[in-house]
Each structure stands twice: as C-alpha cells, then as structure tokens.
C-alpha cells in the first residue's frame, strides 16, 4: 500500500528534516566545546609521571671507587618494590655464549626518598678484574634484567686514551643537553670516561631533573665510566645550612678517599698515566688544602687534571672566587698541574700557561696596577653544555673566549702530549691546543686556536 502526501504534507515533512538538520549541527558544535568530549586535545603529562621508578632498572650508570684497572662500579634505579638488586659480568666476546660464564653479584641497597616518592638505588662494585679487558654485564633483581652493557677496564701502564669533559648542563636538560652529550659521543665512541664539572641539574633535589640528566646520557652512562664533581646546584639550602643533594651519594658510586665527611666529593683516580682530582669548591676549602698537597706530592702519573665547580679565574665580573686562588693556586703551582677543568661561568674562557696571581679589576686588585703572573703553567678550562649563556669579562690572559655556545670538550692523552679540542653543539671546533711534556719545567704550549672569529655577541652590542 502506498500513502501519497498532500503538497502542504510534503512541505511540513521537508521543513522538520532541515530543523532535524540544523539540530544536529547544533549538538555536534555543543559537543565540540563540551570537555568532556575534549579527548584529542594535548595534555601536558606531568614530569612525576615520566621518570616514576619502575620494577625496571634504569639510571644505569658506570663510576669507580677508586682502581680502574681491577674494578668497575655501577648503579641503578628501581621502585621501593625491589629490595634486592643484583649485577652479573662476564668477559665479553664476539660470541654470545661469554652468557654462561656469567657471574652473579648482590648489590648493596638503599632507599631515597624525593619528592617523586620513595625509590632504591643499588650499587655493584665489580672487583677482582683483569687490566685493559673488555667485560660485558647486566644489572636487575634476577627476573626482570637490564640489556647486557659493555666496558673495558683501564690498563695498568700508560696508554693513549681520550676522555670528555662538559661544563654545567643544568637547565632544559632533555631539551637541549641531550645532544650535546650525544654529539660528543659521535666525536669520541671510545672515550673512557665523562668528567661533569658541577652543575648537572638546576635544583638538586627535584628528582625529575636527575631523570632528565640520565635520559639525556641514555645508554652512554652504562658503557662509559662517569666523574662527577658538585657545583653550587647540587646544593640545597637546609634551614641555615647548605647539603649536598640527597640524590648524590645514592646515586653515583665516588671514591671515598677524600677529607672526611667530603668523600666522594673530593677524591682521586688514576687512569693509564693520567691522576684525575675532583675537588669540592662549595665548601671546606681551605681544608682541602693539605688533602690536594699530599695527593699531588704522592703522584707517580705524568699527567694531572684537576676539575671542579667554580673557576679560579672567573669569565664575569663580580663572581671571583678569591678562595680557590689563595687557598689551591699555590698548590697546582707548586707541584706544575697540567689542566683545570671548571663550569659555572656559563662561557668558555680558556688561559695559556701564564696566568696571574690575581685578576685586574677585582677588590684585590684596582685597575691600573699590574697583576703579578706565575710561574705554575697550569691552564685553566671553563666551559659550559648546557643553554643558560652567560657575558663573558675578556682578560687579556684568556687564549681563547666565547659566549652564547653549548660546547663539550675532548682531551686526549698519548706519551708526552696531551691534546685537547672544545667542539660547539654542532662539532664544530672552537677552540684546540696541545701540552708537552718536559723534564723538570713547565710544559711546552702549542696553540691550535681556529681561524673563526670569537663568539662575543655581548661585546658587539657594546661597541
Ligand atoms: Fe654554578
């Protein structure tokens, strides 16, 4: 059967479909602007979410307590759940089956709490091992596993390597950090180990800063050893007082041979020929002091490098550090440091061999009078990886300046000559020199410097 509409019906039945019509539309805008239908838009997922612990180790780092020839340290990270941590090592070989000769090592365990919560931190020190031989291992709870890393442990004698140093990371980590790190790895695969000058992070109890910092260095900090030296930022201001992070000790595994109540803070390591010192500039300097010199005056290495957080000859006006130069300057004087490694200035500023006693243009020394220079020969090395740029104060003893760079530095070590090359972001080089060693007097000092002007971009706009 069929209904036929009349023209009036016809017409009331096309005027309901386009109201029908419109309804809809209506409904669906209403839906677009509700939030609960919101889903697509991005939300911002929050920092204590991305770098909570897991059952999962992570934060995998290499370090040394003190031999690096014999031993080899490692922590990592886990949830409160996993109480017991535990490492295997084995000789590594081009075959996979070095597995089976793997042994197992408990780790020592502790908590820290942060303020992303409860974490355990667990630490294997790898001892007993052969010189200059290459060891694969894996860290976890016996379940649940880490991939299997490699390193090689150092050789007993002098023997060529290289090694990298960064000034402060500190800010925007993940962002921009990372592939400083990364680039420097492209330039040295097979360096042995990344000296970190102070000020990894900006505020070194926020836990999710350090997961920044690990995520940047990813895989790299499980098969390259790490030194670590505090800056002002590892730092935390506890009612009157100032305190070393508590994520520190936890977890980076330091020598602890350094003054009491400052290990592994201020410590030392030999590495094929080569003492490195990390001092700590935040505090106790003076009582360094006599620590520095007895480690220095028991030195059978033919090189030495000393790194810490605050220059000795500061790039800015107005952020001397009078301390260091009268307490450790004599020192490194004395007993003809090679190299001093430094951050803090958020520049690059890099001396020859003389320097002066003190800086022109300080309270200590007015303008106009002339500042005595040493006979020490050390040079001293700031530098900065990290984004936050600072205005460097040029001084005519400054061999090379710059500003407005993130820069990491590769040093290499062979005999008597000691290279040394500061790269840009981009592996550019910026700057480069060469020590050499002679009997009994100060290094010889070859300039490398490269044609391209100086990054200044303060004192252009001043001129
Ligand atoms: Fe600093």
């Not at 925007?172 to 990894?200: C, K, N, Q, T």
């Not at 440091?337 to 951050?343: A, K, S, W």
């Not at 205005?391 to 820069?407: D, I, S, T, W």
Request: charged share 25%; proline share 6%.
């Amino acid at each position: 059967m069929r209904f036929a509409l009349s023209d009036s019906s016809a017409l009331a039945v096309r005027r309901l479909l386009i109201a029908g019509l419109l309804l809809c539309r209506a409904g669906l805008a209403i839906a677009h602007d509700d939030p609960k239908h919101a889903a697509s838009a991005p939300v911002l997922v929050d920092d204590k979410e991305i770098y909570k612990p897991t059952p999962l180790p992570d934060r995998i780092i290499l370090s040394w307590t003190g031999d690096t020839a014999h031993t080899q340290a490692v922590t990592w990270r886990t949830d409160a759940t996993i109480a017991e941590g535990v490492a295997e090592i084995a000789e590594s070989e081009g075959s996979p089956q070095f597995v089976s000769r793997a042994e197992r090592v408990k780790a020592t365990s502790e908590v820290l709490k942060s303020d992303a919560g409860a974490a355990h931190y667990h630490t294997v020190n790898f001892e007993n091992l052969k010189p200059a031989t290459r060891y694969a291992y894996r860290v976890g709870d016996s379940v649940n596993w880490s991939e299997w890393f490699q390193f090689t442990t150092a050789s007993e004698q002098p023997e060529p390597f290289s090694f990298v140093y960064f000034g402060d990371a500190q800010n925007i980590i993940r962002s921009l950090w990372s592939r400083v790190v990364r680039e420097a790895f492209y330039d040295a695969p097979r360096a042995r180990f990344m000296i970190h000058a102070g000020d990894l992070i900006n505020s070194g109890d926020h836990d999710s800063e350090w997961g920044e910092w690990f995520h940047a260095g990813g895989w790299l900090n499980a098969m390259i050893p790490n030194i670590c030296t505090p800056g002002n930022h590892e730092y935390k201001r506890a009612s009157q007082e100032s305190k070393l992070s508590d994520h520190w000790r936890p977890q980076f595994a330091l020598p602890t041979n350094g003054p009491e109540g400052l290990e592994e803070t201020v410590y030392s390591l030999d590495f094929q020929g080569l003492r490195i010192i990390s001092l700590n500039s935040n505090e106790s300097q003076e009582r360094q002091t006599e620590w520095l010199d007895k480690t220095l005056a028991d030195n059978p290495n033919r090189w030495t490098v000393v790194t810490f957080h605050h220059p000795v000859y500061s790039t800015a006006q107005g952020r001397d550090n009078t301390e260091l130069r009268r307490w450790w300057k004599p020192v490194f004087d004395k007993y003809r440091v090679d190299l001093v490694l430094q951050g803090h200035d958020h520049t690059y500023s890099r001396t020859g061999l003389d320097v002066p006693d003190e800086i022109v243009g300080t309270e200590n020394v007015p303008a106009g009078v002339t500042a005595k220079s040493s006979e020490g020969g050390t040079v001293y090395v700031v530098s900065v990886s990290g984004p936050k740029m600072y205005e460097v104060y040029r001084q005519p003893y400054m061999k090379r300046a710059g500003e407005n760079l993130q820069l990491y530095q590769i040093i290499h070590v062979d005999g008597e000559r000691l290279s040394y090359e500061a790269r840009t972001a981009t592996g550019e080089l910026y700057d480069a020199f060469t020590l050499v060693k002679r009997p009994n007097a100060r290094n010889e000092l070859i300039e490398q410097v490269p044609e391209t002007p100086e990054s200044l971009p303060s004192q252009e706009k001043d001129s």
